[in-house]
Every structure is written in structure tokens, then in C-alpha cells.
């Protein structure tokens, strides 16, 4: 059963088998063109119609448009009267033929503006029911894919950051991806991005905004019924002569430089969480370790921030003062230097050949950030003082320990 909400997701396929696995008293139902609906009556029928318009909608704009194949029967939908610990879910049931048969679960009304109350980014009810209903039936097509061979759901990084993209595209003023993504935000380097969940998301929205929509979705999920993880990626993507190590490097350089899509909904989210913290600046991602340039060489091999990511998710910074290291493959580094000195720096990054780093330099003037360079381990900066910060952004794919140090020089 796959649920959306703030809390953790189980993400796993259950099969329920003969009744229901929600409960529902005495229902009315509502069939529309694609779905019939189940509901309640204490469910007021004006909920009952914005489901229905968010499902027609997401038909419209995943079977219709864009040509996925799903099943042929009416998918069935139940309001619940139950809170269902999220926002809604989607599981299999079997049929008398034993058959698998596609249900949604759609929270009630009360439930479901709670939790749109709960968005950082803020999200109206409307949004949330187009939101939830985009991805909830995103998870029907994505069974129907797996089933007849085109897809997979027993791998984690398919399922929700896939679904989690898609529901942008059918609810594109939502923006609640966003706030999905807070953990990958505080903590870039915390997993590997293929054991991400809902806030793996956000990379997809950056690559279906640039690199194919949902043809690319369709590819992906093609790809992951014959390969795994990074590999499924790369070869959704040879024909434009990239590979996942490839589009996560511009994801990083595009995260860092505040050139994500929705980058309005990024800076809502870290106002937020800036006065949640009460912290005087906060700017995402969140650094590993801080430097002042003043002039005389620096070497940067310790992790020195005590992050606010223990403050938002929960635990304590126990990697404080270790050695500079992406620990995961595809994670995310980001080490960050104050300028207090207008003599020229050279920024340079000593790692181990045997690893695959992909390196940007970002740079912040004001709320403003430029990009300096997407390649290369070095980088000089004539007048460094033109900046408040400059960045180091790093990531790397599956070869070699990650370890790295950052060097602050003049130019010899």
C-alpha cells in the first residue's frame, strides 16, 4: 500500500483480498467517465466532485496525453470516513477471477486540510486534492506497467519520487514536491538517492522539466523492468547521450545555484524553516563546513557545521568533525567559504582519482546566485569579495571512498 502524507511511507504493494481495505458505511457512489467513486454522507458532495475533477484530470493528462496504458475497468475510489495516515493510497485487490483490480483511497475532507494546513510552502484544498489524486492514480498506472512487464514496483526509487513528479504535472500550482523534499534539503548525503522515497521527488521534477516530460517517466519505467537503479537510468537516457551520473550532476549544480524549477516555492520553504530554527541565515542546501577566506592559505578537511538538519529531522550531527567525504554514491556535498578578503583565491579540490566526483562552484551576492563552473577540480576567483558566499558543490557516482579535502590558496 502506498500512502502520501508528511509521515514516513511504506512502500510496498499489498494485495487485499475479497472486502475492502478501508471502510466505508453505507455508501453512495459517482461514476464518472474513468472512476467510480464511493463515499459516504457525511462526505460533503462538493469534496466528492474536486475528487472526481482531480482523478478526470490526471486521466486526462497521463492516458490521454501522454499515452500510458492502465487497466480497462473503471478504477474504484473510496473516500474514507477513516483518518488513513496520509493523504491517500493506492493498493491492488483481486477480483472473483483473481484478477487484480486497482484501488484508491482518498482521505476525508477534515484530514485531507490538515494536512494541506501542515505544508511549509502552504497549500490550499483544491491543491491538495489535485495533488493526491494525480499521484495516487500515477501508482494504478505504474502497476499496470509492472504487471504486463513495462515497469517495476519493487524497486523504492520507481515508486513514489516517480509518482511525486508526475503529480506536478497534472497539479503544476501545488508545488507541495517541495515540501516533500525537506529532508533532501537538510541532508543531502544522509542515503542513497535509490533509497529515497517522496523527496527523491524533486530530481525528477528538475529532469521532466528539461529532459523529456513524461516520455521520460514512460522510459524510466520501461528501463526499470530490465535493469536496476542507476543503470535503468542510463539507459532511459542514451539516446540523448546521458547517464544518470550525468543528470545528477546538473541537478546538483542546479540545487545549489537556486535554479531549480519552482524556485519561489524553494525560497517559501526556506523562510520557513529559517524562522522555525531562528536561525539569522539558512540557505539550501545546507553545508557540511564553512571557511573564511582572509587572504592565507586554508585547508578544509574537517566537517565543521552543526547543521539545523538535527533539528529538523530529528537526530543528532554525530558526523561533526570527521573527515570530507560524499559517503553515498549520488549524494550530495556542500562546503561553503566567506569571503573577507579581495585578494585573488584559488579554490581546489584534492580528491583520489578513483573517484567519480562531479564538482560546480555556485556563488551567492545578495539572494542572487551565479554559476561559476560545472567542471574541472579548480577554480580561481579574481575578486572573491564580489561574493558573501561561494560554494562547493560535490557529488560522485558508484567508484572509489568519496574522501575529499578543499584547498584555499592565492594563485602561485
Known sequence: MRR??????????????????????????????????AYDSETSFAYVQL?????????????????????????????SNDDIDGMGAEYLETDAMGDPLPVIEIAPQTSMA???DAMSIGLSLEEAVLSTTAHEFFHVLQDYASLHGEGDVSESAF????????QEIAAPSADDYVDAAVDFFFAPDAMSFFDRGYDGGIFWVFVLDRYGGLDAVRRVMAASATADGAQAIDRAFAGQGLTFLDLWAKFAAA?????LPDADAVAKLTQVWRA???????????PIAT???????VTMDRVTEDSPAGAVLGYSDSALDSALRVVHPYGIDVVAIEPQSSAPLVISVVAEQATDFRIAFVARRGTSWDLLSLSGRE???????????????????ETGSGSYTVRLSTPS
Open 114 to 116: 490538515a494536512a494541506a
Open 159 to 166: 515508486i513514489e519520487p516517480l509518482a511525486t513528479a508526475a
Open 255 to 259: 540545487l545549489a545555484a537556486n535554479a
Open 4 to 37: 502520501r502524507g508528511e509521515a514516513a511511507v511504506l512502500i510496498a504493494l499489498a494485495v487485499c483480498a475479497g472486502t475492502a481495505c478501508g471502510s466505508i458505511a453505507s455508501p453512495a457512489r459517482v461514476e464518472s467517465k474513468h472512476f467510480v467513486i
Open 291 to 297: 571557511a573564511r577566506w582572509s587572504g592565507r592559505p
Open 379 to 397: 577554480l580561481v576567483v579574481r575578486d572573491p569579495s564580489r561574493y558573501d558566499e561561494i560554494r562547493v558543490v560535490l557529488t560522485r557516482g
Open 51 to 79: 475528487v472526481e475533477r482531480g482523478l478526470e484530470a490526471a486521466y486526462d493528462a497521463f492516458v490521454v496525453h501522454s499515452s500510458f496504458s492502465t487497466f480497462a475497468a473503471a478504477v474504484e475510489v473510496r473516500i
Open 276 to 286: 522555525e530554527l531562528g536561525l539569522a541565515e539558512l540557505w539550501l542546501p545546507v
